[in-house]
């Protein structure tokens, strides 16, 4: 039992909440959490925080910018309502994929459900949403997009009576994605087209409406793309936040963009159990990092248990948009007759770890296993996995996985309760918590 200590959960991972809380055996605080009509979150604390340490437990999952701006707005409140100190505790971090460079993935993380994709063998590893691409059949929930942007350059509507194209500027004229000047007639849908090549190839991490590709042809044109990490580190402090508590940042160098304390607690400790218990002869097993970025994790690993290490060189200088849901995949390392163990720090779209499933099932290695600390999982994700040649996936519960497990059943979850409630107890009482840190 701990004293002195208030402990109130977010909306976004409320069976978390009631870990921690138990762990630390103590009544969740109480909160409401609610949104009016328009959609603004409305929160009011229901107990008092004056004089006391506080911790906000919220996850950047689901609906990551509500959540978000509940976990400032409650920030705020506890301060006005004189808590001594506020620490937020982000399991997983939002925007901390986007610190200093534009979030710029193929297969964007996708909110609109694929219909048809119940039965696995009907199911292709393409993104749904998909990236619009030249010449690709659109895909379920694409509705129009840059086809339709195409439809609207056609002839009909930019011509005037006598078949000929307006000047550029003209009223009529204004056609979206056209080079000021004349243009003649007869290389119109050409040129539209490679425009429109050109102006995907410089979006591909996104999904573009019309109006994002009216901005593209402009030779010369660079699009400034907002370091949204940044400004959440310094909302999330100007709201209040004395400390942060989250787990394996996909940048540990996005501590540097606070100016109060950040502990960035390790999933490692955990996936290295499983592997000890769970994988039989994991002696002889080789890890495997999915892609270069991910490589001081899964070599932290290899080191720790003496094991074996492999690479999967992701390719991401394509030369064709085409080229960029295909982008290659390289294996440096031998995992023939051998169990491989892919370890990352989270799946999104889950693109990565399916495609570097397949290569390892094709390089020889007779099971694959997927260890991640944050299985976010969004769009077809479940799909794609249940549909891929992964034979387990094994993430932690920083964000909700009831949902996902239900629909997964390569899907293992490991509890990341105790953890934060330890991290919370050792900064309650002031006591170090780099055991926490621990790599080995
Ligand atoms: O499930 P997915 O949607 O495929 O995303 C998962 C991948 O994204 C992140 O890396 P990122 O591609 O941002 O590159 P980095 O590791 O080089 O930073 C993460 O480390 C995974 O490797």
């Known amino acids: 039992m701990v004293r002195n200590i208030v402990v109130l959960g977010g909306s976004s991972h409320p069976q978390l909440n009631n870990r921690i809380c138990s762990h630390l055996g103590i009544p969740p605080a109480k909160i409401v959490l609610a949104k009016f009509s328009v959609g603004e979150t409305r929160v009011e604390i229901g107990e008092s925080v004056r004089g006391k340490d506080v911790f906000i437990i919220q996850s950047g999952g689901g609906k990551v910018n509500d959540h978000l701006m509940e976990l400032l707005i409650t920030i705020s409140a506890c301060k006005t309502a004189s808590a001594k100190r506020v620490t937020a505790v982000l399991p997983l ?30 199911y292709t590893f393409e993104s749904r949403p998909q990236t619009p691409n030249p010449g690709t059949p659109e895909s379920v929930g694409l509705n129009g997009s840059t086809d339709g942007l195409l439809k609207r350059l056609s002839k009909s509507q930019f011509e005037d009576q006598n078949g000929s194209l307006p000047p550029y500027g003209s009223q009529k004229g204004r056609y979206p994605g056209a080079r000021p000047g004349p243009m003649k ?21 996104t999904q573009m409406n ?26 999330l402090t100007c709201a209040g936040a004395d ?45 495997v990092s999915p892609d270069a970025g991910g490589a001081k994790r899964a070599t932290a690993i290899a080191d720790a248990f003496g094991m074996d290490f492999a690479l999967i060189h992701k390719e991401r200088r394509p030369t064709r948009i085409t080229d960029r849901q295909n982008a290659t995949m390289m294996l440096v390392g031998d995992v023939a007759n051998r169990v491989a163990i892919l370890v ?59 949902e996902n497990q239900s629909r997964c059943p390569k899907l293992e979850v490991l509890d990341v309760g105790t953890v934060f409630a330890e991290a919370i107890r050792r900064v309650h009482h002031g006591e170090s918590i780099s055991v926490l840190f621990q790599y080995d």
């Not at 971090?93 to 909110?111: C, E, H, M, V, W």
């Not at 007639?185 to 087209?193: E, Q």
């Open 344 to 402: 990352d720090d989270l799946a999104d779209t889950s693109n990565t770890i399916t495609r570097a499933a397949k290569l390892l099932k094709k390089e020889g290695a007779t099971k694959v296993y997927a260890l991640l600390t944050h299985g976010i999982l969004s769009g077809d994700a479940i799909e794609r996995i249940n549909a891929s040649a992964l034979d387990k996936v094994v993430v932690t519960n920083t964000i909700p996985q009831e």
């Open 243 to 287: 400390h942060i508590i989250t787990m394996d940042l996909h940048d540990p160098q996005y501590q540097g963009f606070f100016d109060i304390p950040v502990d960035n607690l390790y999933g490692r400790p955990l996936l290295k159990k499983y592997i000890q218990y769970s994988i039989p002869d994991y002696k002889s097993a080789v890890i």
């Open 210 to 235: 019309d109006d994002a590709l009216s901005f593209a042809p402009r030779a010369g044109y660079k699009q400034w793309v907002a370091q949204a990490g940044t400004l959440v580190a310094d909302l």
């Open 93 to 122: 971090f939002p925007y901390s994929r986007q610190s200093d460079i534009p979030y710029n993935k193929t297969g964007a993380p996708l909110t609109k459900a694929p219909t048809n994709f119940n039965r696995p063998d009907s």
């Open 185 to 205: 007639r007869s290389n119109t849908s050409d040129s539209v087209k490679s425009e429109v090549g050109e102006a995907r190839e410089r979006n591909s991490s």
